[in-house]
């Protein structure tokens, strides 16, 4: 799971001794650099809402203080496959983790929510670095040891170009923006993601990420990328079965 100081479908604060194994995110309240996670963890209030019921309709009231997360929260943390240039794979939060950064922000948490929010939220992570490696495929980053993820940042309010123009065609904007820098052999590469939700179609309604994952044209490796993947939908999709949607569908 998931796009993390911006907002993470997704603030740790960070503790890093050196550059080279510091988190993109700010976790300076969570762990050392090597329990890490790779997202941006104030967009949290945004990954909460889209699960929480709320009363008035409105969102969630601020609260006056900032309480402790509950004991009964568990403290374990997954690890993910997304790899580190260091050798070791970075580390999504704690259920606790999560709901302690969310309660500094006087965003409400509920710790009922934890238990849903943050294995979904990892899962929305898992597949951005999914479809980033289906860009990378084939691009020579297994003479390496592999692509690797050097930093991330989320940026929430920053509406790309495709964004803006979705909207003007009456889609719903996305609710986060994530840009993930990879290193593929020595030639770092940003990658833009911009995170849209909905609801499946069917009794159940259930919730639906959609995940806009592409090279930013800030490089000219990012802009062939770009054009070798138009040609191939527009041109070489003539004579094979279409895609399926990069879509990821949970439970409410």
Same mark, same amino acid.
């Given at each position: ?15 890093? +001794?050196?550059?080279? %194994?510091? =988190? &993109?995110? @700010? !976790?300076?309240?969570? +762990?050392?650099?090597? %329990?890490? =996670? &790779?997202? @941006? !963890?104030?967009?949290? +209030? ?177 802009v062939r990328l770009r054009t070798e993947r138009f040609w191939q939908r527009w041109v070489g999709g003539l004579w094979r079965e279409p895609s399926r949607p990069n879509s990821l569908q949970t439970k409410p």
């Open positions: 799971m998931a796009s993390a100081a911006d907002k993470c479908p997704v603030d740790h604060a960070a503790s890093a +001794s050196s550059s080279n %194994d510091k =988190c &993109p995110a @700010d !976790h300076t309240a969570l +762990s050392a650099a090597q %329990d890490q =996670c &790779p997202v @941006d !963890h104030s967009t949290r +209030s945004t990954w909460t809402s889209l699960f929480r019921r709320k009363e008035d309709g409105h969102g969630a009231a601020e609260l006056p203080d900032t309480p402790a997360p509950p004991t009964s929260l568990p403290l374990e943390r997954e690890t993910s496959s997304i790899p580190r240039v260091d050798g070791s794979n970075w580390v999504y939060p704690s259920q606790a983790q999560f709901f302690a950064a969310m309660a500094r922000k006087n965003h409400d948490p509920r710790e009922s929510d934890m238990k849903v929010v943050v294995p979904i939220h990892n899962a929305v992570n898992e597949r951005a670095w999914q479809e980033i490696m289906k860009w990378e495929s084939g691009q020579g980053g297994e003479k390496c040891g592999g692509v690797k993820l050097v930093s991330f940042k989320g940026r929430p309010n920053d509406r790309t170009p495709r964004a803006r123009w979705y909207s003007l065609l009456g889609y719903s904007p996305p609710f986060d923006r994530h840009d993930w820098v990879v290193d593929r052999c020595g030639t770092r590469m940003r990658y833009v993601i911009d995170f849209y939700t909905g609801h499946g179609g069917g009794p159940s309604k259930n919730v639906s990420f959609f995940l806009d994952v592409r090279p930013a044209l800030d490089s000219w490796e990012g």
